[in-house]
C-alpha cells in the first residue's frame, strides 16, 4: 500500500488485476445483483466477486446461472428494480447479445464488465476487440478502458450514465483480454463513501413491483408504436455523450483524474494522427512522447477513444479540425468482415466525411493485434510513416492494411517480397510509398524490464505480483504481464514485470530486452524451445534456481561463456524444502532483490511483512535465506540434487475419489448394492 | 436479510440434512434457492415482524413508484418537501420537455431532479413500458366463432371459480357473494378460445353455454378425443 499525494487527493495505490479493478468497481457501485457465467477472460472479475459476498463483504445478491444467455436475461430481470451487472468475454458476449437489445430497448441501465477476447473460429482465448464489435448494434454504451484504473473507473462511471434520467440504457465496460485483464498495477481504490457522493442509490423509473403502478415491460408493439419508440431509444442515446463528458468532469473534480469522450496524447496541432481504442495505447504513447518535436517530424498525436457506443463524431471531427490534421490511420484489433473499413475506421471516416467534407483528413485503416498479437512500438512508427505518406499526398490503399503479415507488409519495395495477387492490385500503391528514417530511429528505453520463466504452479506470478507491490511502495511504476495458454501444470511460462523507475508518466509497454531473466528450474536451460538469452540485454542477469550447477556450467550450457551476462544461482528449491515450503518462489523473490537492486530489499521487506502470503513465517523466512545465499559462483563443491519428495497420497489419488468425497450418501447406497 | 441464517441443503433425496430442511420450512420464512445453498429469512409479514410496524414494513417492501411530473403537474400537485419556486423556474430553464422526477422514501423526498425528457414521441414510455391500469381493453369480440355463456343455475359461484382462474384474457369475473354467487363472461374480453368450458368441474354440463346449447357430444368429441 503506498499513499500519493495527487493535489488533495490522498489516495492508496493497491496492485491489482484489470479483472479485480473491475470488480472493485462494481462493488463501490454497491452492485445489488450479480448474476454470472464465467468465461476466459473475465472470470476472475466474477469469483472476486462471490468471494466477497460469501465474506460479507458485499450486500449483493450472486446468481450462478447456466449460461451467459440466462446471465444477460438476470440482470435485464434485475435491473428493472435493482442496480445489476456482469461480466462476460467473447463468445460468451455473443451469447448475450441476443437479450441484451432487451435491455436497451427496455431502457434498463445494467452494467456490463467485459475482457475482450477474439471469436472463433479458430478458437483463440487472447484478446482483440471481436466480441466489442459484435455487440455495437445492440444500443448498448461502450466505453473503452486502456488500464485496471480506467477500468475500475468507467465502471463506477458506467452507472452514473447509464442511470442518468436522460440516458438510462445499459452500458459495457471493455477491457482488453489478458494484457489488460491480467496484467497487474497500481491502482487507486476510491473511498467508498466519495462514491456513494458520486453515485445515486438505484432508483428504477418503473420498478417491477410496485403495487399502486403495476406495469408491463416488453410488451408486443405493432409497426406505428414500434418505431416510435426506437426514435425514443435513439433519442436518449445520442444524450450519452454529454452526459459522459459531465460524468467524467465530475469523477475528476471528486477522485482527480478527469474523464473525457477520447483523450488526444501528443502534440495539440498535430498533422499525424493514430487513431485506436483500448490497451494497445499504451505502446502507441510511447512512440508519439518519443516521435514528438523531433527534427523532419510534424505534429503526431494519439487519439484514445474512450467511448466508442454511441460514437461521438461530431466532437472528434472538431478535434482534428481544431489540430489541422491532415492524415489519420485508424488502429483497430477487430474485423467488419465484407465492409469497407472496419468499424472504428468506418465510424471515423463517415464521421469526419459528414462534419468536415472537403477539408476532412484522409484516412487509412490498419488491422493488428487480432487474437492477443502484440501490438509493439515499431508498429506505431510504422503507422505514423504511413500517416506521413497520407499527408504528402501519396497514394494509399482504400482498404485496410495488415500489421505483421509478412506477404503483405505495410511498405515493400518489390513485387518479390508479398502475396502475387496482391502486388497486381496495390503494386502502384506500394511503389511510390516513402519509407523515412526519422520514424525509425532507435525507441527509447526508459524502462527496466524482468522476465521469469518458470513451470506454471510454481509461483512464479504470486511472487512477480508481490515485487509489483514492493516497488510500488517505493514510489515507482511497475506492471506485471503473465503470459497464459493453454499451457498446464507444469509447463514452461513467463512472466514479466516492468520497472518504469520514479517515472512522471505511466509506461504499459514492453521493450522487450530484458535486465534480469529468472529461470525458476534450472531444467529450462535445456528446453529445446526456450532461448533464455533471447532479449537479455548485454551486462544483463540471468538468476538460475539451482543446487546442482555452478555459474560456469550455466554459461558451458547455454554457449555464453564469453558473453558479458552475469549468472547467479539460488538454491532456493533447497531453502523452500528445508522452511517446509510447499513453494519455492518466495525464495526467488528475496534471490531476485539480490540481483536487482533498484527496490531496496529493505524497504520492500516492510511491504512483504504485510503481504507475504501464508504461511507467513515461513515465507518471510524464505524471502531472507533466497536473498542471502543468491551468489554469482557456487561456494561449496556442487550439492547432490534434491528433489521435493512426492507421497503415497499423491500417487495414489484418483479422480472419481474426489467425488466419492463430496457425496457420502450416494456411496454408502453403492455400497448397498 | 440481516438475520438470515444459512441452511446448507447437500446429500441425497432421503438424508437426515434434507428432513430436517423440509421440517424447518414454514409460511412465515421467505427461502432463497441458490445452487445447493439455501438462505432463510424472515419473511416480510411474519406475525413477529408485523406485530409492531406494520405500514413501516409494507412500506418498505414495496417501495412507491418513482413520480415523473411535468411543469403543470408540479404547479398543480404543488408537491410537498421540495423547493417549488426554485424546481419550477429550473423547469422553466429547460423548456416543455422539463420533468421532476420526485423519489419518495418513508413518507419523505429522497431525490427531486430536473431532467429533460428524452423521448420524441411522448405518447410512449420510456423502454415502452406498458401501464397495466392504464391500459384500455380492447374489443375482442370479433376473434370468436362461437358465443360463450354462464348460465347462473349451473355455476357454482365463489366455491369454484375455476374458469375465473385458467381463463387467459381474464375475461371472467365472479358476481356477487356467498351463495348466490356466480360468474360472468364479460363479452369485449372473451375470444372463444373454449378453456373455460373444457376445464369446467361441472364439464360445463349445465354450466357453459355454447351458442345457447348445454351440451353438444360433436364438439366434446372434438375438444375431448372421446
Known amino acids: 500500500m503506498n499513499v500519493l499525494i495527487r493535489g488533495r487527493f490522498a489516495v492508496v495505490a493497491t496492485v491489482l488485476s484489470g479483472n479485480s479493478a473491475a470488480a472493485w468497481g462494481f462493488r463501490l457501485s454497491r452492485v445489488q445483483c450479480y448474476p454470472y457465467y464465467p468465461i476466459t477472460p473475465s472470470t476472475s472479475c466474477s469469483e472476486q466477486i462471490s468471494r466477497w459476498v460469501n465474506d460479507g463483504a458485499m450486500d449483493t445478491v450472486t446468481i450462478n446461472a447456466e449460461s451467459e444467455h440466462s446471465a444477460a436475461s438476470q440482470i435485464i430481470a434485475a435491473g428493472k428494480s435493482v442496480r445489476a451487472g456482469t461480466a462476460t468475454s467473447s463468445k460468451g458476449l455473443l451469447y448475450m447479445i441476443e437479450v441484451l437489445e432487451n435491455a436497451a430497448g427496455a431502457s434498463i441501465p445494467c452494467g456490463l464488465f467485459i475482457g475482450n477476447r477474439a471469436t472463433g473460429a479458430p478458437i483463440n482465448i487472447w484478446g482483440d476487440h471481436s466480441d466489442a464489435y459484435a455487440m455495437r448494434d445492440s444500443g448498448v454504451i461502450q466505453l473503452f478502458a486502456a488500464d485496471a484504473q480506467e477500468a475500475l473507473d468507467n465502471v463506477i462511471q458506467g452507472y452514473r450514465i447509464a442511470e442518468d434520467l436522460s440516458v438510462r440504457l445499459p452500458f459495457a465496460v471493455n477491457l482488453r483480454g489478458f494484457t489488460g485483464t491480467h496484467a497487474y498495477e497500481g491502482v487507486e481504490i476510491p473511498e467508498p463513501a466519495d462514491v456513494d457522493g458520486y453515485l445515486f442509490p438505484f432508483v428504477p423509473l418503473y420498478p417491477l413491483f410496485a403495487t399502486e403502478k403495476p406495469v408491463t415491460y416488453g410488451a408486443m408493439l405493432s409497426g406505428n408504436f414500434y418505431r416510435r419508440h426506437k426514435r425514443n431509444q435513439m433519442a436518449a442515446i445520442s444524450n450519452v455523450p454529454e452526459i459522459v463528458l459531465k460524468a467524467g468532469r465530475e469523477f475528476g473534480e471528486r477522485f482527480g483524474r478527469p474523464y473525457g469522450l477520447f483523450e488526444w496524447v501528443g502534440d495539440e496541432k498535430a498533422q499525424l494522427v493514430i487513431a485506436l481504442m483500448g490497451e494497445s495505447a499504451s505502446a502507441g504513447e510511447a512512440v508519439t512522447h518519443h516521435l514528438q518535436g523531433k527534427k523532419g517530424i510534424p505534429g503526431v498525436a494519439l487519439l484514445k477513444l474512450r467511448l466508442f457506443s454511441p460514437f461521438p463524431a461530431r466532437e472528434i471531427a472538431r478535434a482534428l479540425a481544431k489540430a489541422g490534421t491532415k492524415a489519420l490511420v485508424v488502429f483497430e484489433e477487430g474485423l467488419h468482415h465484407g465492409a469497407v473499413f472496419p468499424p472504428l475506421a468506418q465510424r471515423i471516416a463517415t464521421a469526419i466525411h459528414l462534419h468536415l467534407g472537403a477539408d476532412a483528413p484522409k484516412v487509412a485503416s490498419v488491422i493488428g493485434g487480432l487474437g492477443g498479437s502484440e501490438v509493439r512500438q515499431q508498429h506505431f512508427q510504422l503507422m505514423f510513416n504511413l500517416a506521413d505518406n497520407l499527408a504528402e499526398g501519396r497514394p494509399y490503399r482504400t482498404e485496410p492494411y495488415w500489421l505483421d503479415i509478412e506477404e503483405d507488409p505495410i511498405f515493400a519495395e518489390s513485387e518479390k517480397e508479398v502475396a502475387p495477387a496482391l502486388w497486381k492490385k496495390w503494386g502502384e500503391v506500394w511503389k511510390r510509398q516513402a519509407r523515412k528514417e526519422q520514424y525509425f530511429r532507435p525507441l527509447p528505453k526508459d524502462t527496466e524490464e524482468i522476465r521469469i520463466y518458470s513451470r506454471a504452479g510454481q509461483g512464479a506470478i504470486t511472487s512477480a505480483v508481490g515485487f509489483t507491490g514492493a516497488g510500488i511502495q517505493c514510489g515507482h511504476q511497475l506492471l506485471t504481464v503473465p503470459a497464459f495458454g493453454s499451457e498446464r501444470r507444469g509447463a514452461i511460462i513467463t512472466t514479466d514485470t516492468l520497472v518504469n523507475e520514479r517515472g512522471k508518466r505511466k509506461i504499459r509497454s514492453f521493450n522487450r530486452a530484458w535486465d534480469v531473466v529468472i529461470l525458476y528450474d534450472d531444467t529450462i536451460l535445456s528446453s529445446p524451445a526456450h532461448n533464455v538469452l533471447e532479449g537479455l540485454k548485454e551486462g544483463g542477469v540471468l538468476l538460475v534456481n539451482t543446487s546442482r550447477l555452478r555459474s560456469a556450467k550455466i554459461r558451458e550450457i547455454l554457449g555464453a561463456s564469453e558473453s558479458r551476462v552475469r549468472v547467479f544461482t539460488v538454491p532456493a528449491s533447497e531453502v523452500a524444502q528445508g522452511l517446509g515450503l510447499s513453494h519455492l518462489n518466495m525464495a526467488m523473490l528475496g534471490a531476485l532483490h539480490r540481483v536487482y537492486e533498484k527496490i531496496p530489499f529493505e524497504k520492500a521487506l516492510t511491504y512483504y511483512e504485510k503481504h507475504v502470503p501464508r504461511p507467513r513465517e515461513a515465507s518471510l523466512e524464505a524471502i531472507q535465506q533466497g536473498f542471502q545465499q543468491t551468489a554469482d559462483r557456487q561456494a561449496a563443491s556442487a550439492k547432490k540434487e534434491r528433489r521435493f519428495v512426492v507421497s503415497n497420497d499423491f500417487l495414489d489419488w484418483r479422480p472419481q475419489d474426489h467425488s466419492l468425497d463430496l457425496w457420502p450418501s450416494a456411496l454408502e447406497e453403492i455400497q448397498l448394492g | ?226
Not at chain 2, 418498505?60 to 413520480?67: E, G, I
Open chain 2, 1 to 226: 436479510m440481516n438475520d438470515a441464517k444459512r441452511i446448507t441443503a447437500k446429500g441425497s433425496q432421503d438424508s437426515p440434512d434434507r428432513a430436517q430442511l423440509l421440517s424447518a420450512l414454514s409460511r412465515h420464512k421467505e427461502y432463497l434457492v441458490s445452487g445447493q445453498l439455501v438462505t432463510m429469512s424472515d419473511r416480510e409479514l411474519s406475525p413477529e415482524k408485523t406485530a409492531g410496524n406494520k405500514e413501516k414494513v409494507g412500506a418498505k417492501h414495496h417501495p412507491a413508484a418513482p413520480q415523473t411530473l411535468t411543469l403543470e403537474e408540479v404547479a398543480r400537485e404543488s408537491p410537498e418537501g421540495i423547493d417549488l419556486p426554485k424546481v419550477l423556474s429550473e423547469m422553466a430553464d429547460v423548456g416543455p420537455q422539463a420533468r421532476l422526477f420526485l423519489v419518495r422514501s418513508e413518507g419523505k423526498v429522497a431525490r427531486a431532479e430536473v431532467f429533460e425528457d428524452p423521448r420524441v414521441c411522448t405518447e410512449i414510455h420510456r423502454g415502452a413500458v406498458v401501464e397495466n391500469l392504464k391500459e384500455k381493453p380492447v374489443d375482442v369480440s370479433g376473434w370468436r366463432t362461437h358465443e360463450f355463456f354462464i348460465d347462473t343455475k349451473g355455476c357454482l359461484g365463489e366455491e369454484c371459480g375455476r374458469c375465473a382462474i385458467v381463463c387467459p384474457e381474464n375475461a371472467i369475473h365472479l358476481m356477487g357473494r356467498g351463495a348466490g354467487s356466480f360468474h360472468e363472461i364479460d363479452p369485449l374480453a372473451c375470444k372463444g378460445c373454449f378453456i373455460c368450458w373444457v376445464e369446467c368441474v361441472r364439464t360445463a354440463a349445465d354450466c357453459i353455454l355454447v351458442d345457447g346449447k348445454t351440451f353438444d357430444p360433436a364438439m366434446r368429441a372434438k375438444h375431448f378425443g372421446e
